[in-house]
């Protein structure tokens, strides 16, 4: 080993020995031009190469990012050693130092041979470095990418906005369709239900599920008669009628229009419900053919009298020339008293027609009643018993009291026609107002304070028929020359000169009441203080029972339940009243009208409800006095009735009177 590292030495020796050499610059002596030359190139070529490794090191240290570094740092060492040679290259030309010379292009070739080595493995990963125009399309590709992105973005936003709107379309329409006061319907061209509002279910008694995706014709009972006709009734506009779930039918207006859905055709028809409006319209007609014959009868009756006098006039003269004829006398005699029955009949059509001259005054009714009593007693037959009743307070009307005298008699006098076989007469009167809700029924009449007087018997009654003519002149159902059909006119347009209100409630088996509203002369409480009144009436949170067979008192007294707390469960009649007791535990109280339809009274209700539930509260309500259905035997004296029309107050004191009487279950 040490022979080896002498040997190493005396060759380095002899290498960097240059005693012997001359430097190479000495043959061109006699040439300087050529010397420069090679000096001037060398010194450019060298300073051109140790500034290249200058600018990688400052490539490198700044561009962090730069893959294969140590390939710029090899090929600065490379280029370095190649600019060294070129200046051992210009010193040789005047020292001869060769052996440094030699070693430092050994250095250089190793470092070249190692540089080169290495790049060629390189070669291919450098190739996949994108040159600028690559990138330039890169980043072209990139802005592309960027707008489409932008624009699809923007077209997202477009669609997000879109779908907001129509979800906020569907919104508002779902709600204008769910709060409807009108039924909506949607169905296909097959006729089958698609849609089915709130208002439809009010209107027809179904819920939504029971009638989706089933024929339309359900609801009409004309297309339900024949079960394979398509239901084309609802695919045009009009007037049509309705089929309500309980069998029931009622008038209605349908709005029908088509569209399509999907290439299908659909249907969509608003269906508006004529009750109210039909019944308006039978009560205006009811009033203008009153109206009509009244101007008519007034007209008659003044004609009348003018010949009426001049008969009367010359049949009293005549009668007194005749005094020493008594028996053509009689003859004149009976001409005038057939005037003064004529002329009677004339004051009626004028009474009826409103053109009688009224002297109105303050009456105590409850006085007037009084006196009535003894003059009906001595008028009417023994067997008719007759009693007063009085509500509480001062009872003042403003009224004709003649008229109002002969109206009270007058209906006296048919009720003991209505009771041949004997019967009990009630008169009776109490403060009383007409709400709202009453004049809903009747457009007519004015809501406010109102003092009443009734007239009730228990006689044969009127038939539904007959009572709804029983105020038009001349109609009568008694015998020919029996009656002049006169009497409940004269009441009817008393009342209505009076600026009041009559009503009849009759049945066949209960009698007769007929209601006559006057004006109240007190101006102690106004229509402010009965508001006052209502909003303080006691509420309630139970659930009530209401079976009512009138579909619009039914929902009239519906909306006035629930507006004091309560819940309600309707039905139409007993037999569904019944069966909604036994089906919904929850319910609290009955609620029902006594004379209803389908061989099921109300009083016949409640005895059958308390064998259900023998602590069931129970409230009636009736047109008829509660003194007359005791005397028919079809109600206890201890009954809470609730008289039809009532006030909102009065209807809140009766159920918690009922809540309050009801029997403790043992």
């Given at each position: 080993m040490e022979c080896w590292g002498g040997t190493m030495w005396a060759f380095f020796e002899r290498l960097l020995d240059s005693s012997m050499l001359s430097p190479h610059g000495i043959c061109l002596l006699w040439e300087p031009e050529l010397i420069w030359l090679h000096v001037v190139s060398d010194a450019c070529i060298a300073a051109a190469y140790f500034s290249i490794p200058f600018a990688l090191a400052i490539l490198v240290t700044r561009r962090r990012d730069l893959k294969f570094g140590w390939v710029y740092w090899a090929f600065a060492i490379f280029i370095m050693a190649c600019g060294?040679?070129?200046?051992?290259?210009?010193?040789?030309?005047?020292?001869?130092?060769?052996?440094?010379?030699?070693?430092?292009?050994?250095?250089?070739?190793?470092?070249?041979?190692?540089?080169?080595?290495?790049?060629?493995?390189?070669?291919?990963?450098?190739?996949?470095?994108?040159?600028?125009?690559?990138?330039?399309?890169?980043?072209?590709a990139l802005e592309e990418e960027e707008i489409k992105s932008r624009d699809a973005t923007l077209l997202l936003q477009q669609v997000s906005d879109a779908q907001r709107a129509m979800r906020e379309s569907v919104t508002r329409l779902t709600a204008i369709v769910e709060t409807a006061v009108d039924g909506v319907i949607l169905f296909d061209a097959q006729d089958r239900v698609l849609l089915f509002n709130p208002a439809c279910e009010r209107l027809f008694g179904y819920t939504a599920d029971e009638v989706m995706g089933r024929n339309v014709r359900m609801l009409m009972p004309e297309a339900g008669a024949v079960p394979d006709s398509p239901a084309r009734h609802f695919a045009t506009a009009g007037e049509a009628t309705g089929l309500r779930k309980d069998g029931s039918t009622f008038p209605m207006d349908v709005s029908v229009g088509q569209a399509r859905q999907d290439g299908e055709l659909i249907f969509v028809g608003i269906v508006h419900d004529l009750t109210a409006r039909k019944l308006t319209e039978r009560q205006l007609q009811q009033a203008q053919k009153m109206e009509t014959v009244g101007q008519l009868s007034g007209g008659i009756a003044h004609d009348f009298n003018n010949l009426l006098t001049v008969i009367i006039g010359n049949a009293?003269?005549?009668?007194?020339?005749?005094?020493?004829?008594?028996?053509?006398?009689?003859?004149?005699?009976?001409?005038?008293?057939?005037?003064?029955?004529?002329?009677?009949?004339?004051?009626?059509?004028?009474?009826?027609?409103?053109?009688?001259?009224?002297?109105?005054?303050?009456?105590?009714?409850?006085?007037?009643?009084?006196?009535?009593?003894?003059?009906?007693?001595?008028?009417?037959?023994?067997?008719?018993?007759?009693?007063?009743?009085?509500?509480?307070?001062?009872?003042?009307?403003?009224?004709?009291?003649?008229?109002?005298?002969?109206?009270?008699?007058?209906?006296?006098?048919?009720?003991?026609?209505?009771?041949?076989?004997?019967?009990?007469?009630?008169?009776?009167?109490?403060?009383?107002?007409?709400?709202?809700?009453?004049?809903?029924?009747?457009?007519?009449?004015?809501?406010?304070?109102?003092?009443?007087?009734?007239?009730?018997?228990?006689?044969?009654?009127?038939?539904?028929?007959?009572?709804?003519?029983?105020?038009?002149?001349?109609?009568?159902?008694?015998?020919?020359?029996?009656?002049?059909?006169?009497?409940?006119?004269?009441?009817?347009?008393?009342?209505?000169?009076?600026?009041?209100?009559?009503?009849?409630?009759?049945?066949?088996?209960?009698?007769?009441?007929?209601?006559?509203?006057?004006?109240?002369?007190?101006?102690?409480?106004?229509?402010?203080?009965?508001?006052?009144?209502?909003?303080?009436?006691?509420?309630?949170?139970?659930?009530?029972?209401?079976?009512?067979?009138?579909?619009?008192?039914?929902?009239?007294?519906?909306?006035?339940?629930?507006?004091?707390?309560?819940?309600?469960?309707?039905?139409?009649?007993?037999?569904?009243?019944?069966?909604?007791?036994?089906?919904?535990?929850?319910?609290?109280?009955?609620?029902?009208?006594?004379?209803?339809?389908?061989?099921?009274?109300?009083?016949?209700?409640?005895?059958?409800?308390?064998?259900?539930?023998?602590?069931?509260?129970?409230?009636?309500?009736?047109?008829?006095?509660?003194?007359?259905?005791?005397?028919?035997?079809?109600?206890?004296?201890?009954?809470?009735?609730?008289?039809?029309?009532?006030?909102?107050?009065?209807?809140?004191q009766r159920l918690r009177d009922a809540f309050a009487a009801a029997p403790v279950a043992t």
């Open positions: 060294l040679t070129h200046v051992l290259s210009i010193y040789t030309l005047w020292v001869p130092v060769y052996g440094i010379e030699g070693i430092v292009k050994a250095a250089t070739a190793v470092a070249s041979v190692v540089t080169a080595g290495a790049l060629w493995p390189l070669l291919p990963k450098i190739l996949t470095i994108p040159s600028p125009f690559e990138l330039r399309q890169v980043q072209a009293e003269h005549l009668s007194e020339q005749l005094k020493a004829r008594p028996d053509l006398r009689r003859f004149a005699d009976d001409i005038s008293q057939s005037g003064e029955r004529g002329a009677e009949l004339t004051q009626r059509l004028l009474a009826f027609s409103r053109r009688q001259l009224l002297q109105p005054q303050t009456i105590d009714c409850r006085g007037l009643l009084e006196s009535m009593f003894k003059l009906l007693k001595r008028t009417l037959r023994e067997d008719i018993e007759i009693t007063t009743a009085s509500g509480p307070g001062t009872i003042l009307a403003f009224a004709d009291r003649a008229q109002l005298e002969s109206a009270v008699l007058n209906l006296a006098l048919n009720a003991q026609d209505a009771m041949p076989a004997g019967g009990h007469l009630t008169l009776s009167t109490e403060s009383t107002t007409l709400d709202d809700d009453y004049r809903a029924v009747h457009p007519e009449v004015a809501s406010g304070s109102y003092a009443l007087i009734s007239i009730t018997d228990d006689g044969e009654g009127m038939t539904p028929e007959v009572a709804q003519r029983a105020f038009e002149p001349f109609f009568t159902t008694k015998e020919v020359g029996k009656g002049s059909g006169l009497g409940l006119s004269m009441v009817y347009g008393f009342a209505k000169q009076s600026n009041g209100h009559v009503s009849i409630y009759s049945d066949t088996r209960l009698g007769t009441t007929v209601r006559i509203y006057l004006p109240r002369a007190d101006t102690g409480q106004s229509q402010a203080d009965l508001s006052d009144g209502e909003d303080a009436a006691p509420r309630g949170y139970e659930t009530i029972l209401i079976a009512e067979d009138d579909p619009f008192v039914r929902s009239s007294v519906i909306r006035r339940v629930e507006a004091l707390g309560y819940r309600v469960v309707a039905a139409v009649n007993g037999k569904e009243a019944l069966q909604q007791l036994r089906t919904d535990p929850s319910i609290d109280m009955l609620f029902t009208d006594i004379v209803m339809p389908g061989g099921m009274s109300g009083w016949e209700l409640a005895d059958q409800a308390r064998q259900i539930r023998p602590s069931l509260p129970v409230l009636f309500t009736s047109g008829y006095a509660l003194e007359t259905l005791v005397e028919q035997g079809r109600a206890h004296p201890q009954a809470i009735v609730l008289t039809k029309p009532y006030r909102k107050a009065e209807l809140a």
